[in-house]
């Protein structure tokens, strides 16, 4: 335990230079022992934690991958934590989705048993037309990528409620105005309705997205309204999670 305390010592000194230091300023500054310093740095090159250039000692590849790991992490958390706190404050199944390279992802889902979340009965990527989260995320898109996002996943009857055709949708993602929520009901299941709200962060399209039973519909707009405030005062924090 004691030789791991000394090498994180060691790692967050070399963090702390970022045009690298010697093994003698290393040593002193973590107040080591040089032979031990030397011993630790060594290792921990070694192993691709550090890289030594010209006598200096630099973090290295596997450091680095560690970081980008936490800093993922922490990304994550911090949407996860927003999406928990949006769903006690609706009461309703929050969702949290980007449409990257082509594909649209269902990255995070914060529901309960009381209020669980809508079952993938179909393949979210293939039914975009169909669901609030899929058509939200279109609608953010250009002609020319919606146009080869349906080459792809043509539109098909999933409920009697459901899109009829391309056209039709096309049409019905060109009336929707920037930034103005999407809602759909039962045309992904039977007896859901769902509202999307659009979150586009550079040129990344997003979207935080609510379900409810069909029989609390009057709710759905009000809960919507309620969500995209909440959403407001966190974008900050949102932002930066977008690239989970």
């Known amino acids: 335990m004691g030789?791991?305390?000394r090498a994180m010592r060691l790692l967050e000194c070399v963090a702390d230079h970022e045009h690298g230091a010697p093994a003698k300023q290393l040593a002193r500054e973590t107040g080591l022992a040089l032979p031990t310093a030397y011993h630790l740095l060594r290792t921990l090159a070694h192993e691709g934690y550090l890289?030594?250039?010209?006598?200096l000692f630099f973090l290295g590849g596997a450091?680095?991958?560690?970081?980008?790991?936490?800093?993922?992490q922490k990304r994550r958390s911090t949407i996860v934590?927003?999406?928990?706190?949006w769903r006690d404050s609706v009461g309703a199944p929050v969702y949290y989705a980007v449409y990257r390279e082509g594909e649209i992802e269902i990255n995070c889902v914060s529901d309960t048993p009381g209020n669980p979340a809508v079952q993938e009965w179909a393949d979210f990527r293939e039914t975009g037309h169909a669901h609030a989260v899929g058509k939200c995320l279109l609608s953010q898109l250009d002609e020319d990528a919606r146009r080869d996002h349906l080459a792809r996943y043509p539109v098909r009857t999933i409920t009697p409620y459901t899109v009829r055709d391309?056209?039709?949708l096309l049409r019905r993602?060109?009336?929707?105005?920037?930034?103005?929520?999407?809602?759909e009901r039962q045309e992904y299941a039977l007896g859901v309705a769902c509202a999307a709200i659009p979150i586009t962060v550079g040129a990344t399209a997003a979207t935080i997205a609510i379900s409810l039973p069909a029989r609390q519909a009057d709710r759905?707009?009000?809960a919507t309204r309620q969500l995209q405030g909440e959403i407001g005062r966190l974008l900050g924090s949102l932002a930066i999670s977008i690239s989970i």
């Open 3 to 5: 030789s791991v305390q």
């Open 51 to 55: 890289r030594r250039d010209r006598g």
């Open 63 to 72: 450091a680095e991958r560690l970081s980008g790991s936490a800093a993922q």
């Open 81 to 85: 934590d927003a999406l928990a706190h």
């Open 166 to 168: 391309d056209g039709a």
């Open 173 to 183: 993602l060109e009336r929707t105005r920037r930034m103005e929520p999407v809602v």
């Open 220 to 222: 759905l707009l009000p």
